[in-house]
């Protein structure tokens, strides 16, 4: 079996479509969509993923503005930075880019984001809506990309069993909680770092989400014929290339042989993620007005 490659750069095209109309409908009122990111620090990876924001943004006529804070910069002036974007009526969406300098606790800083310009959706507020069933809010942006995928693939999940590796706050967590919805209604296992007996949970499973940051982690083996795997995974692995390194996910390409879908790393959730990021300032700012 070859599994069919789940193109996340065509699905992110799909929404971006559905998102040009809905921004231009917001421009017939007068209102342009406008997403702030903060990035503290100089992370050469936080500095590609906030330029590939901004491209998207360019791309469907969103405003990006974006708020450069110094390395050493003290956990005051970041909260300032946070509470100064919460009021201005310009801006609709608000985010800080991960990771923080150490020692500057991300989780107080995003709980600063006014909640309905929470386009990352990880403040207390919006998650908690998640856990209480109410999937309707803005959702962090890799598990409905994630979600998105599975519905496009036109997967029926319902009474099936899905193994979700990882379980951060951004990633594994919440998506954990949206594939168990109401409506989804997979059967959910959470694995993770103290997880005993992944491959046997693994092949046990109809849908795999690896969201490790582990390079090939997932093979062949640990994959049930014709299941699901979704790879979340971003990994950097050096080389001899003139880039010095290549991207590669948790799955190992031999896995396409034996799983019915796949996503690509690249191609696969990455783009996702960013168009969930554009559907959020959309919703943000429609809320808004
Ligand atoms: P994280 O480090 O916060 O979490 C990793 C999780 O993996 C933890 O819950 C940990 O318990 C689990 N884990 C670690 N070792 C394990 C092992 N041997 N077996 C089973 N579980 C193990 O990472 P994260 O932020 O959730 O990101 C995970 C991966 O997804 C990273 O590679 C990251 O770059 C990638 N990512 C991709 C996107 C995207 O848009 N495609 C978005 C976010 C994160």
């Given amino acids: 079996m070859t599994a069919v490659v789940l193109d996340g750069k065509e699905i992110a095209r799909e929404i971006e479509e559905e998102l040009r109309r809905r921004i231009n409908d917001l421009s017939k009122n007068g209102v342009t969509p406008c997403l702030a990111v903060v990035i503290v620090g100089d992370d050469p990876a936080s500095h590609v993923y906030v330029g590939a924001k901004e491209r998207a943004c360019a791309r469907l006529g969103i405003r990006s503005v974006r708020v450069d804070v110094a390395y050493n910069a003290d956990y005051e002036e970041v909260v300032s930075t946070v509470k100064s ?32 310009k929470d386009v990352d959706g990880f403040h207390a507020q919006n998650l908690g809506r998640l856990v209480q069933g109410d999937a309707s809010g803005l959702l962090p942006c890799t598990p409905a990309g994630v979600m998105r995928m599975l519905e496009r693939a036109k997967l029926d999940l319902s009474g099936k069993r899905a193994v979700v590796i990882g379980r951060s706050r951004i990633v594994g967590m919440p998506l954990s909680i949206l594939l168990a919805q109401r409506g989804v209604d997979a059967t959910v296992t959470i694995a993770h770092s103290r997880t005993a007996g992944m491959a046997d949970l693994c092949r046990d499973a109809d849908l795999i989400v690896a969201a490790v940051g582990s390079p090939n982690m997932i093979t062949a083996e640990w994959v049930k014929p014709g299941a699901t795997v979704i790879d979340v995974g971003i990994n950097r692995v050096t080389d001899n290339s003139e880039k010095g390194y290549y991207l590669t996910g948790d799955v190992h390409p031999d896995a396409l042989d034996i799983a019915g879908a796949l996503s690509p790393v690249p191609g696969g959730v990455g783009p996702m993620t960013i168009a969930m990021l554009m559907s959020n300032t959309v919703r ?6």
């Fill in 85 to 116: 974007l919460n009021e201005d009526p310009e801006i609709n969406g608000v985010l800080v880019q991960s990771p923080l300098p150490s020692g500057m606790d991300e989780i107080s800083i995003t709980d600063l984001i006014d909640p309905i």
């Fill in 284 to 289: 943000a700012t429609e809320m808004q007005h």
